[in-house]
């Protein structure tokens, strides 16, 4: 009795071992590793919940999970994050290393490592490039970027978003596009979002010269069969043909007394026409001017025949009466329309100018 009693310990002795060597090998350590699942980017005030699991490689490409493993956990600067079985909680901005290592095994195992990083609701990285002119687009990164309801800048009250282009990754990261409008001036571009308010790090200097010039002698052509640039089915924004606040107006150079934004759009059903955007430097106009023929002399513009001038309290001068009526019904048509810089078709073949007045 007393052997069997003996035996049956010896064998639970030996169970023990055995199994205790399967879950806990502290002969190979150098095989252990450890990981958690990783936390980029944690608001302050918040908390979230991450796993560890540690597990032995046992051949070349091959490994297996170590099952009932307690682990312990540490952070790099509790002012920043602090952990506690595995729930991370952000203190302040900055960055934390979050560490969890398998009890019972030393130094030679592969502890977890993530670092994490705590910020407030919206922070702003960069905002890229850091030079732009008018129309360009300056693409806002960080956390918080794409809830962004509002940015301002010197001379701009309000940057013009660009549609649909808020998106972050899976880590919470954000970024979103902005117009710089005239008449911006070089600044740091204020921010609203998540209920803060922030500006960029650094001043993103603004060249006075939209993204066409120069258009002064010459038009810049605009292609109204090319892709629309918002190509969004069932949408507004897929109506427009063209848009950028670039075609809104732009002030002319300090000190500079003479010149016009001259632009072309083009359409294979419909004629050329020509708009310029507050064009004192051509006689005979107003503010808003479209002709169907206009050159450039050297000296001045040359009007074409088939013109009409629009301009607020001036009525609607025509120089062809062929175009009269035409010029009328736009008239009256567009009497209370500001000025918007848009293009778009109408049954898709009618075109609708609106030039800045």
């Known amino acids: 009795m007393r052997r069997s009693r003996a035996v049956a310990g010896l064998t639970l002795l030996v169970g023990f071992v055995i199994v205790g060597t399967c879950a806990y090998p502290t002969e190979h350590d150098s095989s252990v590793h450890v990981s958690i699942t990783p936390v980029s980017i944690l608001f302050s005030g918040h908390d979230t919940v991450v796993a560890a699991r540690a597990w032995e490689v046992t051949g070349v490409a091959d490994s297996q999970a170590i099952p009932n493993v307690v682990f312990v956990w540490s952070s790099s600067d509790s002012t920043v994050a602090t952990v506690d079985a595995g729930r991370v909680v952000g203190i ?9 290592a398998a009890l019972n095994f030393d130094k030679g195992q592969l502890a977890a490592a993530d670092t994490v990083r705590v910020s407030a609701p919206l922070e702003i990285d960069s905002v890229a490039p850091d030079t732009a002119r008018y129309g360009q687009v300056v693409t806002v990164f960080g956390p918080g970027a794409d ?4 940015a301002s800048m010197k ?17 919470g990261y954000g970024q979103q596009k902005f117009w710089i409008p005239p008449p911006a001036e070089s600044d740091r ?7 803060i308010v922030t500006q960029s790090a650094d001043s993103t200097h603004v060249t006075k010269r939209d993204v066409y010039e120069p258009n002064d002698t010459a038009p810049h052509k605009f292609d109204l069969d090319a892709p629309r640039p918002f190509p969004y089915p069932g949408t507004i924004y897929n109506l427009l043909l063209v848009f950028n606040p670039a075609l809104f107006f732009e002030p002319l150079k300090r000190g500079a007394t003479f010149g016009a934004d001259w632009y072309r759009f083009r359409h294979s059903t419909a004629r050329d026409l020509t708009i310029i955007l507050t064009a004192p430097s051509a006689p005979g106009t107003f503010q808003t001017f479209v002709t169907d023929s206009l050159a450039w002399t050297g000296t001045t513009y040359a009007i074409g025949p088939g013109s009409w001038t ?4 001036s ?16 008239a009256a048509r567009d009497r209370d329309l500001r000025a918007t810089g848009v ?15």
Do not use: M
């Open 155 to 171: 001379g701009a009250l309000f940057l013009y978003p660009y549609p649909f282009s808020a998106q972050h990754d899976t880590t």
């Open 315 to 330: 009525g609607c001068r025509i120089h062809d009466r062929r175009v009269q009526e035409r010029a009328r019904r736009c």
């Open 343 to 357: 293009v778009w078709a109408r049954g898709g073949r009618h075109l609708r100018e609106r030039a800045a007045a």
């Open 310 to 313: 629009f301009a607020l309290g």
């Open 189 to 195: 571009i204020t921010f609203i979002g998540n209920g």
């Open 147 to 150: 809830k962004v309801v509002l």
């Open 92 to 100: 302040k901005s900055g960055t934390a290393i979050i560490r969890a």
